[in-house]
């Protein structure tokens, strides 16, 4: 009969022991996907931020040298009409260049989206298997 009651504490440790390694792993897979999630998010904004300032700096001195060129070209006639139309045009390309960066920020996924997924998956498991 002891052999029996020391047994069962064996199977009992064994399922322990079985439960914490499932669970370790578990917490692994999720802290990798984490850290996975963090890295391609640096990523992007790393990205981003190279590929807007390349643009501001390469539109910003195309802008000013074509603005010149027209003042030039127009300085008899009509300076001021030219100066006004590029002004419009400038400051309304400005801001729909604001307007489509808080677009981008507004529908940018969230961080954490898989991971939390499988967070979800992994809670819905468990509870029912309880």
């Not at 504490?9 to 897979?29: D, I, M, P, R």
């Not at 074509?66 to 009509?78: A, E, G, M, P």
Request: proline share 1%; net charge positive; charged share 15%.
């Amino acid at each position: 009969m002891t052999g029996k009651t020391y047994n069962g504490g064996e199977g009992l440790l064994n399922s322990l022991g079985k439960f914490a390694a499932t669970l370790t792993a578990v917490v692994q897979t999720r802290l990798e996907l984490l850290s996975a999630d963090l890295d391609e998010d640096r990523e992007h904004w790393l990205s981003l931020l190279t590929l807007v300032l390349t643009a501001l700096f390469c539109l910003s001195v195309g802008v000013l040298l074509t603005t010149i060129l027209l003042v030039v070209v127009f300085w008899d006639t009509q300076r001021i009409l030219v100066l006004g139309i590029l002004a419009g045009l400038f400051l309304s390309g400005g801001v729909a260049a604001w307007l489509f960066a808080l677009h981008k920020i507004k529908t940018k996924p969230r961080i954490f989206a898989a991971s939390l997924l499988e967070l979800s998956k992994d809670r819905q498991q468990l509870a029912s298997r309880l």
